[in-house]
């Protein structure tokens, strides 16, 4: 069976460390590269944990992407560009929505 929640929690995570290495090399920005660096490799963590059979992996991923959406709102909100909130915001809903799907499976 496919683990489809766990390649997109990977994937999320892949993201965000990627735009956290990115947010720091165009602005300068330490806390972009630690916030994303920090939380990608935990989205990552969750998703090979799930791709190990522990259900709790998918549950934190979830979480953590809840967590990054509202923080993006946040941002997007006040900075009113698209780029890179509203990014985060839309790749963080199908995330969430695969592996809500697929916790559902597993539980």
């Known amino acids: 069976m496919m683990d489809f929640g766990a390649i997109a929690a990977i994937t999320y995570g ?5 735009g956290g290495i990115v947010g720091y090399t165009k602005a300068k920005s330490k806390i972009s590269l630690f916030a994303g660096c ?9 998703g090979i944990i799930q ?24 941002r997007l909100l006040k900075t009113r560009k698209f780029m890179p909130s509203g990014l985060m915001i839309i790749a963080g809903f199908i995330a969430v929505t695969m592996m809500g799907y697929q916790l559902q499976m597993v539980l």
């Open 14 to 18: 892949l993201l965000a460390f990627v």
């Open 38 to 46: 920090t939380t990608g490799m935990l989205l990552i963590l969750g």
């Open 51 to 74: 791709v190990q059979g522990v259900s709790w992996g998918l549950i934190f991923s979830i979480v953590l992407s809840v967590f990054l959406i509202i923080t993006f709102i946040s």
